[in-house]
C-alpha cells in the first residue's frame, strides 16, 4: 500500500521558486505592460520590443529578485497555510470546511505578502530596468545588491513601499491558489472518475491559477505602479485615483499576460509540489 505523505513547510518556496524559473519571461512583460502610462504595446509587441532592444537574456532580467521573492512570500505563505491545514485537519479528523480554508489562506498570503514585498520591489524594478533609457536605470547586479542599495538610498520605509497592496494581493492570490486548489481537488476526487494523480492536480491548478488572476489583478496593477514609482504617488489611494483616471481598463492593464503567466505558474507549482510532497514528504501515521 502506497504510503500517504504531507508537504514539509518550505515546499511551497521550493516548488514555486522552480515554477518562476519557467515562467520569468511572461512576469516580465507583464509587469511592462503595467507601468505603461498608456496602451501603446500589447504582449507580443512588448516582448519583441525587449528582445530587439537588450537581446533574449533581458526576458530574464531580474531572476535573482524573483528567486529571492518565491524563497521569502511564497515559502511563508505555503507553509502558514499547509501547516496550520495539516494540524487541523488531524484534530477534527477530517477535512476542514472550504470557509476555514479561505480565511486560512488570506492569513497566510497577508503575511507571505509582506515578508515578500522588500524582495518584490528589487523583483519590478530590476524587470523595469531594460526598457528606460540608460541614465535612468538602477542597475542592480542582483536582488541582493538592490535590497541593500534601497535600504542605502531611500531608506528602510521604501523597502516596504506598497506593502499595504502587496499584502492585501497576496491573501487574495493565496485564496484563490492555495484555498481553490484545495477545494477543487476535493471535489474533482468526490466524483469518482479520478484517483489523485497527475490529472487531478492538473485541473484543480487551471482552476485555481484562473481564480487567483481574477481576483488580484487590480491590485497586482496598484503594487506595480507603487514599486516602480520615484515619488509620483503619495500612497495608495493616491496611486488608485490617478490609476482609475486612466479608466476602468487600467486596473486590467496586463491581464492576458498576467492570465497566461499565473495561470501556467500555478499549475507547475503545485506539480513540483505534488511530486515533491509524494517522495520527499513527510510519513502522516494513521
Request: with cysteine.
Amino acid at each position: 500500500m502506497k504510503e500517504k505523505r504531507a508537504s514539509r513547510w518550505y515546499f511551497g518556496g521550493v516548488s514555486s521558486s522552480a515554477a518562476a524559473c519557467l515562467t520569468h519571461p511572461l512576469d516580465l512583460i507583464k509587469v511592462h505592460l503595467q507601468t505603461q502610462q498608456e496602451v501603446r504595446v500589447r504582449m507580443i509587441g512588448m516582448a519583441v520590443n525587449v528582445v530587439r532592444r537588450e537581446g533574449y537574456l533581458a526576458l530574464y532580467s531580474g531572476l535573482s529578485a524573483s528567486l529571492c521573492r518565491q524563497m521569502t512570500y511564497s515559502l511563508s505563505r505555503f507553509g502558514i497555510y499547509e501547516s496550520v491545514r495539516d494540524k487541523m485537519n488531524k484534530e477534527n479528523k477530517g477535512l476542514i470546511p472550504f470557509y476555514q480554508k479561505v480565511l486560512l489562506g488570506a492569513f497566510g498570503g497577508f503575511a507571505g505578502g509582506f515578508i515578500g514585498t522588500p524582495a518584490d520591489l528589487v523583483n519590478v524594478r530590476m524587470q523595469n530596468d531594460v526598457k528606460l533609457p540608460a541614465e535612468l536605470r538602477r542597475n542592480y547586479a542582483h536582488a541582493l545588491d538592490g535590497l541593500l542599495r534601497v535600504w542605502k538610498e531611500e531608506g528602510v520605509r521604501k523597502l516596504f513601499s506598497g506593502a499595504t497592496v502587496a499584502s492585501t494581493r497576496g491573501a487574495l492570490v493565496s485564496v484563490g491558489q492555495l484555498s481553490c486548489y484545495d477545494q477543487s481537488k476535493q471535489l474533482v476526487l468526490a466524483t469518482g472518475y479520478l484517483t489523485d494523480s497527475i490529472l487531478t492536480h492538473f485541473l484543480a491548478s487551471v482552476i485555481a491559477g484562473g481564480c487567483a488572476t481574477i481576483l488580484c489583478q487590480p491590485l497586482d496593477v496598484v503594487k506595480t505602479r507603487l514599486m516602480n514609482s520615484k515619488r509620483e504617488y503619495g500612497g495608495v489611494f493616491h496611486c488608485l485615483r490617478e490609476t482609475a483616471k486612466l479608466g476602468p481598463k487600467a486596473f486590467y492593464k496586463g491581464l492576458v499576460p498576467a492570465a497566461i503567466r499565473l495561470i501556467p505558474h500555478t499549475v507547475l507549482t503545485f506539480m513540483f509540489l505534488e511530486q515533491l510532497r509524494q517522495h520527499f514528504g513527510a510519513v502522516v501515521v494513521t
